[in-house]
């Protein structure tokens, strides 16, 4: 009899069992509820239709592992229950859910059957409808919701089978709203995870095969809705078994959902796509691309788990495909996130460093999957070098090459390709990528490895590359770049022509690097023709591309620094005026906004040198504020920032402003950053030379102005110093507004603050007559160190405009009689008259004229002089008859060749556009370097160098303007921060071993401790020399060079003090201090010793007159000292060591005991070797002859040194020293040959040394 309680217990049961399948049980329970519910026919048949569907599947698997075919035995048997189910669905009016569920088992018969039509027929036609409807969802049963989510499964799988894949995933789409909260609920059972299961990865699997296939955009903002719910499902099984493997019999891997959800999220971020919101955690306090990345973050945590957890190491001949796939995934991904078009703030926590240690992870794991793996170690190269770790990094590279070159080898030898090993063009991109890096952020050793490197690439670009031509044969003794007719070593594989281009850039930009490293003077001139010619090889019209702007900022430095200037201000202007290169959309995505506009600064300060270098300084000046107007509007590039990094709307909170004031600045690295202080510097400089150094003072505090919107504030350092405690406070010149940083920092030329030059000289210290002669003719201050000149009026006037330290930056304000003539009367100013070519018709007849020096070899070196001897320009005036000897060379040894400005193939054989394309320009690539994220203190450590520069700078300014107080205040202010520096560099010396020493410049810095050191004690030196104070200015000279032994400002400042003790113009300072006893002496008023050193009023004269006052005084105290015999000894009458006779011993022992004064020593005679007797030191007024020729061989050696160095090769300075050394040294052959080669190097210099362009190299990133 029917027992209504008993029936509901047992449709409970019956229920657990079917969702926990134990389908042993449902046949009793069915029993049972058929006796005690008899009203619920519908869901007791199909229980049992159900579990005989389950049973087949189980017994026809197991017996022919395929589905079973109609036509069995017991196919008959589920052919009974259709129409019994049919029947149950017509009746069952009373209970929906005992009616929906029948038809989805309906459904299910068929579907198990093969009766794909029919099945879609049977199931449930539209979800919303035969779904009964419930205001809460867990009133129904679990079953109910496990035949919901068979019948969308069911339905979706039919469409799919009979190709009906968009109407399958509409399938899914209509019933995922309603069943998304199904397995997320509660903890589900067996059945629920199973079916669920089968749902969503047959949804994530469709889908995917949409989006590569196109049929779905991802764009859709539900794109992601079925992974997003495969999400839910996995985090909602906790604690379930869903750690790997299949999810059921014959279905994908677990793992391969995550891939393909791996796979649609990585496209979105790489076609940097709107992030699609469809189903997606709801998050307002983070931005779109924040969602993204931490979305992107977990997949990739959860797959890469699954992964490496299922996969084994493999055997020599096994390879890991989806390792090395999901690895490149990774790495394309990590390309974007960590550069320039995504911001620290969208990574998240951590920032770019978080990333790449992530990465990092990533790759060492992977690279314990495989073995082997080339790819694994190449990524390995670019993060190591993303965060900074250059050791690590090249350290992957060698370990990668070195594979590379065996794999290569064998494919060679047994003709069997290796899938594993990266291909030709990868490997080729990865040398290119790899010296990039050691050229830009390494040292000498650095610049040695990437040569070594770039010989073995030219070997790979013989055998994988096209034939060169023939023009590129080098007969110099350097490695041949392709001979004629010759043929590739190997088979020639398809390497695209922009990866040939590459790598000739690559050998160029090696071989620049390492002439400006190496000390093999003699061999400097033939490296940099190799790297001329392989980077206009790179530059070639034959790869068919568009030209990349890094090989043309190469090629126009290393040009401007063989003063080759018309070629190369011709490319640079090309480049800078060219089409843009049809750009690709993602560039800004990989480069950042303004890419192509960022990418061109240095091009621009380029320019700007290099017209200034042909005396066009409106032109220069223009070519400065092109580089920062090219953004259109300043608060493009600054921001809405006030330039004192101070906020304009002190009234929104700090997030808002932040991003409302941020500008591209903030967005840059600190070596673009850098690039806008060089212009401004450039700027300064410039507007020096045109108005005088007054003017530059009032213009100057714009660095410090700009420097801290760019770098932000600097810990000022304390510590206690001689200098004045206060901040340095703007001269009483100085504009009492800032101006903008993009405006002109160009006046009116009639201001009265010209400057007007003063007579050049060669002595480091003034005489009366020549102070007479320097004498301004403006109200302008006398503010250089100036040089006496020992020749006629026709001598060259060597003028220097450089910045090693001093010397060139000291001489801005020197001009030529020729130039002081101009000025005086109101026309333009130039700089000497011998260091650019005069304007007027007879200057340019007299360099027509004048004929090529003779080869210039001197004590058996060769000089470097890197024009062709056949081809030589002549842009300067003879020297004309001189006192010293020195002549032009004779006419009839040189060809004329026309003037540069109007004929640039006359300059070199390779000054020409012949061969080179600049029709398109590519002002950027693709990424060759990473973004490289140093450390904090890396950086703090660079923005101090920065800073001592920029005080330094000015403190030049002020010096040159005659402000000594303010330069010295500037000078303690830069010292400051190099000793604050310093104590840095030595606690986390004590702290890391690993840590750079304050003699190591260190990987991407541009300087050492010491070295800065050396800067500020040069700059001291030079204001000493500025106050005439030539003692003080050795002593600072001196201790630069203990700091930094190859300080070329240093060095050229204590040459020429020695050359003047040499010469005698600088006189030793007195023997005797200062005393009570003499102050009263009228001889003595007229001078002024201070602690030793003379200061600007000492003269012949005075030093004269002290040495015979302290001699009469001595005589006085011996003539009235009478004989005691407690009288202290006196001194020895003759030289001590070489003996005493005995007669003349036993004389001075009977004088000593009757209490006699031993006789004056009489003089000896003069000696060949050693000179007259030397005079008591209080009676000297000049050195010994022997420690003047030690003074100036001492100079002699200092500069022949420096000039055989990559930093002073071309520093004219150094040169002009070395010639009046050996002026002094009376070999005036060397001399002339000397003074030929400043002349030439004076001919093509700019305001500033060609290194403050592009972070001091030849690589451009």
Known sequence: MPDAVKGAHYLQLLD?????????????????????????????????????????????????????????????????????????????????????????????????????????????????????????????????????????????????????????????????????????????????????????????????????EGTKSLSDANCLASFRAWAKYWAGAKGQPLAGGYGFRGSVPRRQVWSEYYYVVSEILQQDLPFPTGYAPVNNESSARNQLRTELKKIETIYQGLLFMETRFPKAEEERVEVEEFVERVMRNWAILNGRGWREQDLGAGGRESLSHGVLDTLYGAASKTFHSTAILRHLFTVHLAVAEFDLAFKSFESYFDLVKRGKERVEKTGHPEPSLDDDATMLETICACIAALCRYGGREAAEKARALALELEDWIEKVGPPADSHLIVNDGMSPVREEGTSPLGVQSKVPPKIIALSWQSVGLAHAQWARMTFESESRTQIQEKAIQCLRKSL?????????????????????????????????KTALLADKAAEEPDRELYNGPYWRERSLIPLWHLLALMLSARQEYLMAARACEGAIEQFKDPYVLFGGRNLNGHYKSEHLNEAEKAAADAGLVDEMDDYERESILEIKMTQLAILELVEGPAVAVNASSELL???????????????????????????????????????????????????????????????????????????????????QSTATTTAPAIHVTNEHGDPRSSRRSKKSNSIKRRSESGGPQKRASLRKRDSSGSGRKRAMSSGAHPPTVVDGDQFFTPFDEVNLPLYFTSFGSKASGVSGPGPGTLQHTESYTSNASSRSRNGDLSGIDLGEVESSFASLLPFIQFSQDHNKRRRRAILVKVWLVIAGFYRRAGLFENAQKACAEAQKIVQALETDISNSTAESVSAPSRQEVGWGQSKSVDELLADVRAEKGYLSLARDQPYQARANFETALTHFPDHPAAIVGLSNILMDIHSEKLLPPPAVPGLDLLAGDPALNSSRIEGGRSNSTSTWNTNTAIAATIDSRMDLVIRDRKPDSRCPPTLPSEPLGLGTSKANKHKVEEDRANGKSPPPMSPSPISPLLGPQLPPPYKAVSLPLVDRLAARDRAYMLLSSLTKLGSGWNYSEAWFALARAYEESDQLEKAKDALWWCVELEDGMGVR?????????YVLQ
């Open 540 to 572: 070639s019209a034959e790869f068919g591309h568009a030209v990349d702007i890094r090989g043309i900022f190469a090629l126009g430095v290393l040009l401007a620094e063989q003063r080759k200037l018309p070629v190369a201000i011709e490319i640079v």
């Open 16 to 212: 657990d069992a079917r969702c926990e399948e134990n389908w042993d049980a449902v046949p009793e329970l069915v029993r049972k509820v058929r006796k005690h519910a008899p009203e619920r026919s519908c869901l007791t048949l199909t229980a049992e239709t159900e579990c005989l569907v389950t049973r087949f599947g189980l017994k026809t698997a197991a017996a022919a592992d395929r589905p079973p075919t109609a036509g069995s035995g017991v196919d008959a048997e589920l052919l009974q229950q259709i129409p019994k189910l049919l029947g149950a669905i017509e009746t069952e009016q009373r209970f929906p859910e005992d009616r929906f569920q029948a038809k989805v088992c309906l459904g299910w018969v068929h579907w198990i059957l093969k009766d794909y039509s029919v099945a879609l027929s049977r199931l449930p036609k539209n979800f919303d409808l035969e779904y009964p409807l419930y205001e809460n969802l867990d009133e129904l049963s679990e079953w109910t919701k496990v035949s919901a989510l068979k019948s969308t499964y069911l339905k979706a799988n039919c469409l799919a089978r009979n190709g009906q894949r968009e109407e399958a995933l509409e399938a899914f789409e209509s019933a995922l709203p309603s069943l998304s909260s199904v397995w997320t609920t509660k903890p589900a059972r067996q059945q629920l995870r199973y079916w669920a299961e089968l749902f969503l990865t047959e949804y994530c699997m469709l889908m995917s095969q949409a989006i590569q």
């Open 1249 to 1257: 040394e060609w290194s403050c362009v592009g972070a001091g190299g």
């Open 705 to 787: 102005t700009l420097y801290p919107r760019l770098f932000g504030e600097v810990e000022q350092p304390k510590l206690e110093l001689t200098a004045p405690k206060t901040a340095m406070e703007p001269p009483k010149t100085s504009a009492s507004t800032l101006r903008s940083i993009t405006g002109s920092v160009f006046r009116s030329r009639s201001r009265s603050g010209t400057a007007t030059p003063g007579h050049p000289r060669q002595s480091v210290v003034n005489n009366d007559e020549s102070r007479l002669e320097s004498i301004p003719s403006s109200p302008r201050p006398q503010t250089t160190q100036t040089v």
